[in-house]
């Protein structure tokens, strides 16, 4: 019976060990809701995550921050919400929604205008490069919904060419889409996020100028853990990683840093 016990014993520690991996493979995957001015620096930022984090999966939705506000005020599946508006995770833990003491800020967006490097227009010139008749389309994110948009609109009426310009306007659905009518040719010229600029695609083919700051309201950009979350453990990692060094170097390569007005 000595004899038995021991493989009996090693049996139900191998069991247990089977089991617990089990339990921790089948934990749901880290789900993040992010404003899409981060879409080429969260690639990079997950893949140095689960350097570290093997064991966690991660699915990353892009989209405009007002829009992930209203599905999130419905529960929408995500556990972490990145915003290109500050203010949208503090109305989410006002209405209980997403919890307090997990906020922070990563980021104060910039405005650039980009062109594709061909393009006849200007803009090293600067704002007036808007003005350039080979401007016939210029591209903002919508600003109902997109924190970018309204910067965009409001760096316009600051300077004084919301008027002239407003005929021409497109509207991309989030700041990604904006980038994409300029560079597919269904724009002209557009009002984009430094973040998206500085990749290194749209870095090889366009050039920009950078919107003065004192043009437009500071773009405070943020993120929150939800209340509902189904992973906060995996949520609450990928929040430090953010604002690790390791994560904030990356995050400083796209553009996205704490400094300035």
């Known amino acids: 019976m000595p004899g038995f016990r021991r493989p009996l014993r090693a ?5 247990w060990l089977l ?3 089990a339990a921790a493979r089948s934990a749901p995957p880290l789900a993040i809701a992010a404003a899409a001015d981060l879409q080429f620096a969260l690639t990079e930022a997950k893949t140095a ?8 999966e991660v699915t990353i939705t892009y989209g405009s921050s007002g829009n992930f506000y209203t599905q999130l005020t419905n529960k929408a599946p995500f556990d972490l919400f990145l915003s290109a508006d500050l203010s949208y995770p503090r109305k989410l833990v006002e209405a209980g929604l997403a919890e307090e003491a997990t906020e922070f800020r990563y980021s104060r967006g910039r405005l650039v205008l980009w062109v594709p490097k061909a393009s006849p ?3 090293e010139q600067g704002m007036t490069a808007l003005l350039h008749p080979a401007a016939r389309k210029v591209a903002i994110a919508n600003p109902r919904h997109a924190p970018y948009g309204r910067a965009a609109e409001a760096a316009l009426a600051k300077l004084g060419l919301l008027e002239a310009v407003k005929p021409r306007l497109v509207f991309g659905e989030n700041i990604a889409q904006t980038a994409q009518f300029v560079q597919t040719g269904a724009a002209d010229i557009g009002i984009l996020a430094l973040s998206l600029a500085k990749a290194p695609t749209m870095a090889a083919a366009g050039r920009f100028f950078e919107v003065p700051l004192d043009a437009y309201p500071p773009l405070d950009q943020g993120g929150v853990v939800l209340t509902h979350a189904r992973n906060r453990t995996a949520a609450l990692a990928f929040r430090a990683f953010l604002g690790s060094p390791a994560g904030t170097a990356i995050l400083r390569r796209y553009g996205f840093t704490t400094e300035g007005r």
């Open 11 to 15: 049996v139900l520690a191998a069991l």
């Open 19 to 21: 089991g617990s991996g």
């Open 49 to 56: 995550f689960l350097r570290t984090n093997p064991g966690i």
């Open 121 to 123: 227009i200007p803009v």
